[in-house]
């Protein structure tokens, strides 16, 4: 038995951390008025127990605030204490149960403790108040047996569940007459794989059939292609007859064509090749022969021609080496023209040499003058000296007139101004005058030195002549040195300079000494008297100094008087000596008298040249001379010799020369061309024996080839291998023919053809068109048996290559597997349902009369004796009572007192039934409070026979019955305020 | 010394076998699953060329014959070509399976294939650089079934180094249901025969060692029921011993995963830990079938909901475009059945009765409207004992989910 202990209420609806003891009590009477929370601790029984939803949670949350739940004490069927812990947002609202010792029990504890019990059933038995007495939908059998099944861990409602869900399940699962389940599905997939696999199941015998078949088609193909084969054969010879259809009828010719020449013809083998080869070879031997026996004959010609003109040899011999001659002859010809046309311009070069000397003498007295080299040197010295002192002469006599001149009036001008010069002693008395004034007077330095410096200066330029005509005579006459006339004046020049160079500075001195004493006498002027003083002395100076100059010129004019005198007196003498020598040359040379002596220097030259010409000349003729000689003695000798070559006595000796010439090339090219003819002949000669020899075998070979075959001429010969070739030939082409009928036809067909059995063309062809009608019939035949074939063996490669029976197979008894499996399930479930229904019904029918007879106990008890019985009209199917008058009542009969009665008969009933497998407690809320008193007390009573089984906890008023009888053993009351 | 062989031994190929409990799967990934046993056999042609065997041995149901497909015929001939190429043998006998393939002669076969043709014993010899060497015996089935045990008609050949049996059967269980050329250990075993190659059963297993007496399993699982890996076994043998080695040669492996999930209160917790032991497993190409040990109620709940499938989804997308994925094909939850049945019967008058009235059902009733359905029961198999009591189970957690399994609290 399960005995709820104690309460401890955390919070649930209005009550707050509240702990109720029932102190071990199996019959507690929970007292209190209306609102005070008696039905609160009901629910928080059962919260406890069972849980509640979330939703139905949110009413009992604590009104003040706080945590929903609690705990319960029990004493478990075991004996032992047990705490069921519950909050309201902890473990899910699961409860948490621990045994006495705190531990921790499993989540399932409370179920198994409970025994399945869930809150639908036990409210349906063990918690009842006034409202929930009935049962609810009348008490037909079913309703009672639900009742009765509700009874137990079950409950009704499960197993209505569950048979309503298994149901459904089988119902999806498999219907007989359905087409949706799903094994229905299956069935048909199953049946349509099993048609078709039906059809492929004599894969192997279909398979064994197309390949019956193919060797059907194939031995068909093969007989085919026989029957072809030797149609084709057939037709094959018969086209081949057709070709070669010529060679037959050639051969039955050829065979009557031999018929008419002999057996065998005897001829040489190869002996027509043979003779016409050798024929061939000795053709051209022949013709080459003839022509070179012609050539010979031609030559021979030849050569008498040329020999007729050819000169005795030993003629041509002295032509030839007199020819020889001729070049040397020409050469001695051309030198003598040669020194012909040079004596000519030598003659010239004389005549024009002797005409421009104009001199009109000839070459004998040119050649009798003493002319030579000396003359011509001689007469150009004169020429120069005559030139020189032409020169020179007038040149000196001019300069000496000029030095004259000069003299006469520089004398004049001496003269002059020696009369106005004052005397030395005028000049005294007034140079002391002066001398005297400037006593008085300091000497001005510049008065002295002034006619000094114009001295100085004056005698410097002076110097500079000298020098410079010094130097211009050395020159000279270092460059005329080669003419040692010139050098003489030059030297006297030079002297000249000399002189004048150094007379000067003798004369300096005194010129000094004379100044400073006229500047001594200017000082001594007065100053008045000094002025004129000063002038008439300065004129006076000025006079003198101009004496003083002209005087000196004088006398160097007189220097230069005397040199030209000096050198006109040298001139002279050397003209005369000149003359002299003219003299002496015009007396040897008497044309000299009337040629001046300047042109004398051409004239020895031109002369001179003239005498050499006029040598030259003499030596051109003699070498001429000696040309002459040689040229008319080799005319002499050729005429001579060539006397009656030549034809024409009047011929110049070139013109016979020439001809002699032309002659001789003549006679040589004979002679040339007999050479030549003459060898051509002997290898003519030569060529013509070869050929003759190189024939020779070759006739004889002819020869020998008509005597073997016993003819003498060729005629006969090529008669006879006429016979032979046609013969041959006609031998040969039947033998070729009969090859060539071998070679394509089959033996027994070229034995019937050759015997002359054999089918004309016109035959060969209609055969031959049939045959090949028949071969396309074949072709056809075969073709269409190939493609059977082909088409019999893609049946049997896609038969080998598909899978489709594999895999329908595999697919078949898959889907036979899945449908079995499935079967397996639908019957599972069906097992399921069936059994279920069973013991449902067996369940119904086992304990239903244990269940009445307790409740017909109880109603006795609570009627107290009115009722005797509660049992079923099994026909209305409905509960019945039976009173103890013997009245029976329908459950619809009866008052509501009563049916309350009765269900709680029947609680009680069933209580007791299912007390054998659990014991909960009773939750009662003033469940009899419409019960009379009597009744009221018989629960009571039955109550508290009850509590030892299942503990009663009884929630009622302060004024119950319950609540009065105080003194009840194991009772415990508590009361709610 | 006498020369050393070396082969593969191979059988239960079912090539073109269809997969079972497959009912689920991305179209991606079927296909592969179609393509599986194919490239299981792709993997044994490229063993046979990469160990240079001599030989290699298929014994019994290279096909399925529930449907013949080409295909499957084509692209076993492509493999004995590629062996051919490079002179490998191939002695292939028929067996349960695939015993009509012994009749039928629709396929050529390259020069290297040998068949056991005829459901007698014979012996192919197998040379080796000219000399004779192995006798390979064997036959194949000519029915589905061969009731004879077939051992007596093993008898070695004289003169030949080694002897090989290669037989399609199963070990005697009783007379009555042993259909496929059933056989005692004992008759192989006192054989002269070097090696018997088994085949039929598809789960490996080497029944002795001397003589090696092996059944290799099939190439590639096609339910969870064959979990694990699937291949041959490349066998060396000479005069002294016989050396074994298991080759995988499977495309995609079948795998059972079970998952303690006691811890996971939540969903989320329940998807970290799957997540982290996916991530744990070998990364290969699998099919996990998932159970969920220590589930809790709020796991059930959400269970019977679908959420947990929706984690499966979730996780599955992950994989599916990985290389080497890993597709969880079903989910199921493991619980304290027991437990939970006493304590309900004890306290809850009616599923005391609903639990007892599970003992009790008529199938018959029950599944008539679809077992007997006009269409669909052609389609149907009829449940194993092992099923029903699964089914019963299924629908037990299904109703007690349906009754009790929501939250009896009253705060959701």
Redesign the interface.
């Known amino acids: 038995m399960m005995r709820i202990n104690s309460l401890h209420i955390y919070g649930f609806g209005k009550w707050i951390d509240q702990k109720i003891d029932f102190n071990h009590s199996s019959f507690i009477t929970i007292v209190g008025d209306n609102e005070t929370g008696k039905s609160t601790i009901r629910s928080f029984i059962l919260f406890m127990l069972f849980g509640l939803s979330p939703q139905q949670r949110q009413h009992f949350l604590p009104k003040h605030g706080g945590q929903l739940g609690g705990k319960l004490s029990i004493v478990a069927a075991d004996g032992n204490d047990y705490m069921i812990e519950r909050f309201h947002d902890r473990n899910n609202c699961e409860a948490i149960c621990y045994d006495q010792a705190g531990q921790r029990l499993p989540s399932d504890w409370l179920t198994n403790q409970l025994h399945g019990v869930d809150r639908s059933l036990y409210n349906k038995i063990f918690n009842f108040d006034v409202f929930s007495l009935q049962v609810e939908g009348g008490l037909s059998k079913d309703q009672l047996g639900q009742v009765l099944l509700s009874v137990g861990m079950t409950g009704s409602d499960r197993i209505y569940q569950a048979e309503k869900q298994l149901q459904t399940v089988i119902q999806t699962i498999f219907r007989p007459r359905g087409t949706k389940p799903e094994l229905n599905q299956i069935l048909k997939q199953l049946i349509d794989k099993e048609r078709q696999l039906k059809q492929l199941e004599d894969s192997i015998a279909i398979y064994e059939k197309s390949q019956k078949q193919r060797m059907v088609y194939q031995n068909q193909i093969a007989a085919k292609q026989e029957e072809l084969a030797k149609e084709n054969e057939q037709f094959v010879l018969f086209k081949e007859q057709e070709r070669i259809y010529q060679s037959i009828e050639d051969y039955h010719l050829v065979v009557e064509q031999l018929k008419q020449l002999p057996d065998t013809v005897y001829f040489p083998e190869q002996g027509e090749k043979r003779y016409q080869s050798l024929k061939e070879q000795l053709q051209p031997l022949q013709t080459d022969q003839r022509v070179a026996a012609q050539k010979l004959i031609e030559l021979k010609e030849e050569l008498e021609q040329i020999q007729a003109q050819l000169l005795p040899t030993d003629i041509r011999n002295q032509l030839v080496n007199r020819l020889d001659e001729i070049a040397n002859y020409q050469s001695h010809f051309n030198e003598y023209q040669q020194l012909e046309r040079q004596i000519a311009e030598k003659t010239r070069m004389i005549k024009e040499g002797l005409g421009q000397s104009k001199l009109n003498i000839t070459e004998a007295d040119l050649l009798d003058l003493p002319i030579n080299f000396t003359t011509k040197e001689i007469w150009q010295q004169l020429a120069d000296q005559y030139t020189r002192l032409t020169e020179q002469v007038p040149n000196l006599d001019q300069s000496l007139l000029k030095l004259e001149k000069n003299e006469q009036q520089l004398t004049t001008k001496l003269n002059a101004l020696k009369e106005k010069t004052l005397s030395t002693v005028e000049k005294n008395i007034l140079e002391k005058e002066l001398e005297q004034m400037d006593r008085t007077f300091v000497d001005s330095p510049g008065k002295k030195s002034n006619p000094f410096n114009q001295f100085q200066k004056k005698n410097r330029y002076l110097n500079f002549i000298s020098i410079s005509v010094m130097f211009l005579s050395l020159a000279l006459m270092i460059f005329n040195r080669q003419e040692e006339f010139l050098i003489l004046p030059f030297v006297i020049i030079f002297i000249v300079g000399c002189f004048i160079l150094f007379k000067p500075i003798k004369f300096k001195g005194e010129m000094i000494e004379a100044l400073e004493k006229q500047a001594e006498q200017e000082s001594e002027q007065s100053i008045k008297r000094r002025d004129d003083l000063i002038r008439r002395i300065a004129q006076h100076d000025e006079n003198r100094d101009a004496v003083l100059l002209i005087q000196q010129e004088l006398k160097q004019i007189n220097i230069e008087k005397m040199k030209l005198t000096e050198q006109l007196a040298i001139l002279t003498m050397e003209n005369e000596r000149m003359e002299q020598s003219i003299y002496e040359q015009q007396d040897n040379f008497s044309f000299l008298a009337h040629i001046p002596v300047e042109f004398w220097p051409d004239l020895a030259k031109q002369l001179i040249e003239v005498i050499d010409l006029i040598e030259q000349r003499q030596q051109l003729d003699i070498d001429r001379d000696r040309e002459l000689v040689w040229l008319n003695s080799f005319e002499e000798k050729i005429r001579a010799n060539f006397a009656d070559l030549i034809q024409e006595s009047q011929l110049s000796f070139q013109q016979v020369l020439n001809q002699l010439q032309e002659l001789s090339i003549q006679q040589q090219n004979f002679f040339v061309q007999e050479q030549r003819i003459q060898q051509r002949i002997s290898q003519q000669e030569g060529i013509h024996n070869e050929i003759r020899a190189k024939m020779a075998p070759l006739q004889e070979e002819m020869e020998g080839l008509l005597e073997k075959v016993g003819v003498e001429t060729e005629e006969q010969w090529t008669k006879l291998a006429q016979q032979y070739e046609r013969w041959s030939i006609l031998k040969e082409q039947k033998a070729e023919l009969i090859r060539q009928i071998k070679l394509h036809l089959p033996d027994h067909l070229v034995g019937n053809i050759l015997a002359g059995q054999y089918d004309s063309l016109s035959q060969l062809e209609i055969k031959i068109k049939t045959s090949q009608v028949k071969m396309t019939e074949l072709n056809q035949e075969l073709n269409s048996l190939y493609q059977k074939e082909a088409e019999q063996q893609a049946i049997l490669k896609q038969q080998e290559q598909s899978k489709k029976v594999l895999n329908l197979k595999h697919d078949y008894y898959f889907i036979k597997e899945k449908f079995n499996e499935e079967a397996k399930r639908w019957l599972t479930y069906q097992l399921a349902l069936e059994q279920i229904q069973q013991t449902k019904e067996r369940f119904q029918r086992s304990y239903l009369p244990f269940v009445l007879e307790k409740a017909t106990h109880y109603l006795n008890e609570i009627t107290d004796g009115r009722y005797v019985l509660v049992e079923f009209d099994q026909t209305l199917q409905q509960l019945y009572l039976l009173t103890n008058d013997g009245d029976a009542y329908q459950a619809n009969e009866l008052s509501q007192g009563t049916l309350d009665q009765l269900f709680v008969a029947i609680r009680l009933g069933i209580s007791s039934w299912l007390a054998k497998h659990i014991q909960l407690p009773f939750l009662i809320d003033d469940g009899f409070v419409h019960f009379d008193s009597n009744r009221q007390k018989q629960i009571y009573a039955i109550l508290k026979d009850l509590k030892d089984i299942h503990q009663i906890i009884y929630f009622t008023k302060e004024n119950s019955d319950f609540v009065q009888d105080r003194d009840r053993e194991d009772q415990s009351i508590i009361y709610l305020s | 010394m006498t020369e050393k062989i070396k082969f593969i031994h191979c059988a239960d190929l079912h090539l ?1 076998s ?7 799967l991305p179209d991606s990934l ?1 296909q592969e699953l ?1 393509n599986s046993t194919f490239a299981a056999l792709d993997n044994l042609v490229n063993l046979a060329i990469k160990e240079q065997v001599d030989f290699v041995l298929i014994v019994g149901d290279l096909f399925d014959q ?9 692209q076993f001939i492509i493999a004995c070509q590629k062996l051919n190429k490079v002179n490998i043998p191939i002695y292939l006998s028929y067996g349960n399976h695939d015993y009509l393939e012994a009749r ?1 002669h ?1 396929f050529t076969y390259p020069e290297n294939v040998h068949i056991f043709e005829s459901d007698q014993v014979e012996v192919k010899v197998f040379s080796k650089n000219g000399h004779p060497l192995v006798g390979i015996h064997g036959f194949s089935y000519s029915e589905r079934a061969v009731l004879d045990n077939k051992t007596t008609e093993f008898q070695p050949v004289e003169g030949l180094a080694y002897q090989i049996g290669m037989l399609h059967g199963s070990i005697q269980q009783s007379t009555e249901h042993d259909y496929y050329a059933p056989f005692q250990l004992s008759d192989l075993q006192t054989k002269n025969i070097d090696y018997w190659a088994l085949g039929h059963i598809h789960k490996r297993a080497i029944l002795s060692r001397n003589p090696a007496i092996v059944y290799p399993g099939n190439t590639q699982s096609r339910s969870i029921k064959e979990s694990g890996e699937k291949g041959c076994y490349l066998v060396e043998l000479n005069q002294m011993e016989t050396k074994l080695t298991f080759k995988a040669l499977h495309a995609i492996q079948f795998d059972r995963l079970s998952v303690n999930v006691s811890d996971c209160q939540q969903v989320d917790q329940l998807y970290d830990l799957l997540y982290q032991r996916l991530s744990s497993l070998k990364k290969q190409k699998s099919i996990i079938f998932l159970t969920l040990t220590g589930v809790n ?1 709020t796991l059930v709940s959400h269970y019977y909901q679908g959420e947990i499938d929706e984690i499966i989804m979730l996780l599955n997308e992950q994989q599916q475009d990985q290389e080497n994925w890993q597709w969880i094909q079903a989910v199921e939850i493991e619980r304290e059945r027991q437990v939970n049945e006493a304590r ?1 019967k ?6 005391n ?2 639990l007892t ?2 003992e009790d ?1 008529n199938w018959g009733q ?2 008539k ?3 007997q ?1 006009r ?2 029961k052609r ?3 009829e ?1 194993s004992e092992e ?1 029903k009591i699964k ?2 189970n ?3 957690d ?2 007690l989910y ?3 399994g ?7």
């Open positions: 073109d269809p997969f079972k409990g497959m009912s689920t079927y179609k529930s449907v013949k497909s080409v295909y499957a015929e084509m039928q629709t109620q309900l004890e306290n809850d008058p009616f599923m009765q609903l009235d599970f059902i029950l599944s409207d679809l077992w359905h269409q669909a389609f149907l198999v449940l099923e089914l019963v299924d629908a037990k299904l109703a349906h009754l009790l929501m939250n009896n609290d009253e705060n959701k």
